[in-house]
C-alpha cells in the first residue's frame, strides 16, 4: 500500500526566507505527483504537478523536484511571504484503470511570520 | 468562475439519518471525486467517477453511495448516518492529460468542503 510522509508537520520562518517541504512515499511505481495548498476552512488548490517522467516543475516563486527512484519530493518556495502561510500538500496518483486515484500526505503547515 | 461547487457548506446530522452531498462542476471534466479529511490521516478518496454513468469505490467507500446521472454533478449519499461519518467533505473534478491517454490526468480542482457532524 502507497504511503505517503510529510516531513515537517508544522514549519515557521521569518519572512523572506527560502524554504524546502519534504514529501516521500513507499512505491516508486507512480504516474505524477502533486502539490497542493491548503487555506484554513478551504478547498486544496494544486500548485504544481509533475508527471513521473519530468524531473521538477516552476511556478512563479514555486519549484517542485521529482526523485521517483528514491521516492522524494521537494517542494521549494523562495523568498517567503506571509500570504505563503497555508498547509502544503503533496499527493501521488497511484493510478490504475482510469481516474485519479491519489495518495495524499497529511501536510506541512506553514507559518511565514513579520 | 464557478470551478467546483460544493452544498452544502455545513450539516448537523443525527444518527441514522440520511443525507445527500451535492457537487457541481462546470469546467466540463471526464473525472470527478469524493475525499473525505480528518486530523491527522490526509485525505481518503470515498468514491470516484471516470464519466457520466460510472462510478468506483475508492478507499473508504462503506456506507456511503454516490450517482453521476450528469456529467457536471456527482452527488454523494449517506443512507444512515453515523459519528464515525463525522469530518469533512470534498468533491474534485479533473480531465485526462490530453494527449497521454485515460491513465494520467491534469491538475485536480477541489470544491472548498462541506463540514458534516453526526451526532
Known amino acids: 500500500k502507497q504511503e505517503v510522509t510529510q516531513i515537517p508537520a508544522a514549519l515557521s520562518v521569518p519572512e523572506g526566507e527560502n524554504l524546502v517541504l519534504n514529501c516521500s512515499f513507499t512505491d516508486s511505481a507512480i504516474y505524477n505527483l502533486q502539490w497542493f495548498r491548503q487555506d484554513p476552512g478551504k478547498g486544496l488548490t494544486s500548485l504544481l504537478l509533475?508527471?513521473?517522467?519530468?524531473r521538477e516543475q516552476t511556478s512563479g516563486r514555486l519549484n517542485a523536484s521529482l526523485d521517483k527512484s528514491s521516492g522524494r519530493s521537494t517542494l521549494y518556495i523562495a523568498a517567503s511571504q506571509p500570504g505563503d502561510s497555508a498547509t502544503y500538500l503533496c499527493?501521488?496518483?497511484?493510478?490504475?484503470?482510469?481516474?485519479?486515484?491519489?495518495?495524499f500526505g497529511t501536510g506541512t503547515q506553514l507559518k511565514v511570520e513579520l | 468562475n464557478a470551478g467546483v461547487t460544493q452544498t452544502p457548506k455545513f450539516r448537523v446530522l443525527k444518527t441514522g439519518q440520511s443525507m445527500t452531498l451535492l457537487c457541481a462542476q462546470d469546467m466540463n471534466h471526464e473525472y470527478m471525486y469524493w475525499y473525505r479529511q480528518d486530523p491527522g490521516m490526509g485525505l481518503r478518496l470515498i468514491h470516484y467517477s471516470v464519466g457520466e454513468g460510472t462510478t468506483a469505490k475508492g478507499e473508504v467507500p462503506d456506507g456511503y453511495n454516490v450517482s453521476r446521472l450528469k456529467k457536471q454533478n456527482f452527488l454523494l449519499g449517506l443512507e444512515s448516518a453515523a459519528p464515525s461519518q463525522t469530518s469533512v467533505y470534498f468533491c474534485?473534478?479533473?480531465?485526462?492529460?490530453?494527449?497521454?491517454?485515460?491513465?494520467?490526468?491534469?491538475?485536480?480542482?477541489f470544491g472548498s468542503g462541506t463540514q458534516l457532524s453526526v451526532l
Open positions: 509533475i508527471q513521473s517522467s519530468q
Open positions: 474534485a473534478s479533473s480531465s485526462p492529460l490530453k494527449g497521454f491517454g485515460p491513465a494520467t490526468n491534469e491538475k485536480l480542482f
Open positions: 499527493a501521488v496518483n497511484i493510478l490504475t484503470g482510469g481516474g485519479n486515484k491519489l495518495t
